[in-house]
T-cell receptor, first 113, second 114 residues
Framework: DPEVTQTPSHQVTQMGQEVILRCVPI?????FYWYRQILGQKVEFLVS????????KSEIFDDQFSVERPDGSNFTLKIRSTKLEDSAMYFC???????????FGQGTRLTVV | GESVGLHLPTLSVQEGDNSIINCAYS??????FIWYKQESGKGPQFIID?????DKRQGQRVTVLLNKTVKHLSLQIAATQPGDSAVYFC?????????????FGQGTELSVKP
């Protein structure tokens, strides 16, 4: 079965450092997403990406965050200067079309110390 | 603002019983709904979806019911098994939203006793 893959599975970083979370969406999908989940809480939308640009972003997705699809297969989330409150599971998802199921990766656990 | 909490609603059932998990959604314009299962340390896994032009959809051992009048979704799991233990989230989507973001509910933790 096709799947969304994310690397690394766990990232520990010092506050103020930059991190890049990587995702390989399902190959023929067109819509890409980043979500995050703070421990014990619900999954929160960060950003959607379609046709090589951001479609929508949430209030969480401030100037410290950016996304990129550099080579047609990878989809990355960059956090420029991490804060303690950025510690969470970050999930990448992709969809073939709006109105179909979104497939999620296994997540990257980001720990900011 | 949104209400968040550290304690999920919990449903505890005996193996073999039927489970019903409920969800209230927020946006009356939402027209596509999905139930996800999330096991510890893993990403959300698709279970079943339903469009707003339907009020019931059945899958293997699962049924989703949609009541648009009261903005309510339910997930019924027949003959619940220990492997069904997980957190279950409903998610809503609107077609007019070009980005297609999903808005997740709070989640319910299902615990199946053998």
């Amino acid at each position: 079965d096709p799947e969304v893959t994310q690397t690394p599975s766990h990232q520990v970083t010092q506050m103020g450092q930059e991190v890049i979370l990587r995702c390989v969406p399902i190959s023929n999908h067109l819509y890409f997403y980043w979500y995050r989940q703070i421990l014990g809480q619900k999954v929160e939308f960060l950003v959607s990406f379609y046709n090589n640009e951001i479609s929508e972003k949430s209030e969480i997705f401030d100037d410290q965050f950016s996304v990129e699809r550099p080579d047609g297969s990878n989809f990355t989330l960059k956090i420029r200067s991490t804060k303690l409150e950025d510690s969470a599971m970050y999930f990448c998802a992709s969809r073939g079309q709006v109105g179909s199921e979104a497939f999620f990766g296994q997540g990257t656990r980001l720990t900011v110390v | 603002g949104e209400s968040v909490g550290l304690h999920l609603p919990t449903l505890s059932v005996q193996e073999g019983d039927n489970s019903i998990i409920n969800c209230a959604y927020s946006n009356s314009a939402s027209d596509y709904f999905i139930w996800y299962k999330q096991e510890s340390g893993k990403g959300p896994q698709f279970i079943i979806d339903i469009r707003s032009n339907m009020d019931k959809r059945q899958g293997q051992r699962v049924t989703v019911l949609l009541n648009k009048t009261v903005k309510h979704l339910s997930l019924q799991i027949a003959a619940t098994q220990p492997g069904d233990s997980a957190v279950y989230f409903c998610a809503e989507n609107t077609f007019y939203n070009q980005g297609g973001k999903l808005i997740f509910g709070q989640g319910t933790e299902l615990s199946v006793k053998p």
